[in-house]
């Protein structure tokens, strides 16, 4: 039987459409996936080049289908601290927070960006998995005096080492005053914006959500794109490539339900805070695995073999098998062909005792090229290495903004 390595994906109203999906697509979208229930442009035909045009100068993405969750009301600050690992009062009004949402068996159910808009007001920027009904479900069960829905808010991502010079000409130099993982509010043609510095690539980028995006968010598109055509603004999907280099977690991948804060390592255990006053779901059950220590690790590889394509172009079609003397011992979650390393790399899942740097492993990485599917032919070699592969303490998101600027366009 012959494989269609490349079958389309239906457009019809069954599936939801992002609040830019009609101004993304007249860029030419190459491919979509589903992500959050809704249309999700993965790349506009050639991810390598997207890469680049992400280090080396401005890019711009639909991202709404990261969609956000408000909480708001009298509880709304003790509520949202009962469902983060992470102890909010420590976070600022007009800040925002990397954060994990634990089950009560210490599962990640999201890892979503938390931003706190007022005392008792905040938006959890939703990666891909279900939270509203969970949310409900837990308010409804703990009593508190909340109100959750989902807000008519969507962001786009402007990133790359040109953004701040495409923010600057669009909403002016007050950009330049927000700090990383802070966030601040604009009005720009008479539409409010709420821009936070943050994004998923590890580079210097903003995050724009604009409000009442069911009818604001066309124009606000537009008014993004014609900021940044004299810097040469490219639109482009998800970079998977520099978020696996910058080894950045993926929802349903990297992480799921199955995957607890302990076992994913890069600095992530801070995110857990068990010393807090306050409880939240999941505390006790993560008491109990950082006292006995995760049983498996996240780990970065170096892999051999053919190239393994960009992550995001169908090469990876399920996790790769690792081994350890013929044993299946665990899973590559995430791997491309980095551009810059010119090296195969990935993230995988594999038992603690194998996780130490220098670990020698196979991956079955199924046929090449093309799409991934078992193969039975000789597993290619991998070497555990430290994660992440570029940028470790994350410098470059954090970077001066203003220091290589152009004047304005």
Partial sequence: MTVNPNPQVLLYPRIRKSPFFYASRRHG???????????????????????????????????????????????????????????????????????????????????????????????????????????????????????????????????????????????????????????????????????????????????????????????????????????????????HMRRIEGGMLAHGADITVDTNPFEIGMGYDWMVDLEQEADFLGKQALTRIKAEGPRRRLVGLEIGGADLGTYNDGSMIDAFPVLHEGERVGQVTSACRSPRLEKNIGLAMVPAALSAVGTELQVDVGERPGVAEPSGQTPVEAVVVPKPFIDPTKEQPKADVTAAAPGRG
């Fill in 29 to 239: 979208v190459a491919m979509y996936s589903v992500y959050n229930h809704t249309y999700h442009p993965r790349h506009y035909g050639d991810p390598v080049a997207e890469y680049w045009a992400l280090l080396e100068g401005a890019t711009l993405w639909d991202v709404g289908v990261e969609r956000q969750i408000e909480i708001s009301g009298p509880d709304a600050f003790d509520f949202t601290n009962l469902l983060v690992t992470r102890d909010l009062s420590k976070c600022a009004v007009g800040q925002c927070k990397y954060v994990f949402l634990t089950d009560q068996h210490g599962g990640i159910l999201n890892d979503p960006v938390l931003l706190r808009l007022e005392e008792n007001r905040f938006w959890l920027s939703l990666a891909d998995s279900d939270i509203l009904l969970w949310a409900r479900g837990v308010a409804a069960y703990a009593g508190m005096d909340v109100r959750i829905v989902e807000a008519d808010a969507a962001p786009v991502q402007v990133q790359g080492p040109a953004s701040f010079a495409v923010m600057r000409d669009l909403l002016g130099d007050a950009v330049a005053d927000i700090p990383y993982y802070y966030l601040h509010d604009f009005h720009v043609e008479g539409i409010d914006v709420t821009v936070s510095r943050t994004g998923y690539t590890g580079e210097i980028g903003y995050e724009i959500y604009v409000h009442e995006a069911s009818r604001n968010a066309e124009r606000l598109w537009d008014l993004v794109w014609e900021a940044g055509r004299p810097h040469g603004l490219r639109v482009i999907g998800p970079c």
